[in-house]
């Protein structure tokens, strides 16, 4: 069983930047593929980005890439998503989720556990 809490979310003006955290319990966190999704209102949730289980391996959504970055630090049980040039279509609740698989995969579905999400918004 793998618990997660997300922090970092609040209210920032288009361009500026927010550095999500996602801590897990458990011992087996190392272990996991993790990921961030986001659902905005009236819309389905949606992958973002994710990181295998090295932290060597990456992939973005085309909608983020170049501008948020995944990282882990296994010695802290976290999962970080750094977030650049924001922008409004940005705003969302952002979820992050472990996923037992070795591979990195982008279906919601295929994940395990999930936190409760933080909210993201970009408006001026």
């Known amino acids: 069983q793998v618990q997660l809490v997300e922090s970092g979310g609040g209210l920032v003006q288009p361009g500026g930047s927010l550095r999500l955290s996602c801590e897990a319990s458990?011992?087996?966190?190392?272990?996991?593929?993790m990921g961030w999704f986001r659902q905005a209102p009236g819309k389905e949730r949606a992958f973002v980005a994710a990181?295998?289980?090295?932290?060597?391996?990456?992939y973005y959504a085309d909608s983020v890439k170049g501008r948020f970055t995944i990282s882990r630090d296994n010695a802290k049980n976290t999962v970080y998503l750094q977030m650049d040039s924001l922008k409004p279509e940005d705003t969302a609740i952002y979820y992050c989720?472990?996923?037992?698989?070795?591979?990195?995969?982008?279906?919601?579905?295929?994940?395990?556990?999930w936190g409760q999400g933080t909210q993201v918004t970009v408006s001026s």
């Open positions: 990181i295998d289980w090295s932290g060597r391996g990456t």
């Open positions: 989720a472990a996923d037992r698989g070795v591979v990195i995969r982008t279906t919601a579905r295929t994940y395990d556990y």
């Open positions: 458990g011992r087996t966190f190392s272990s996991y593929c």
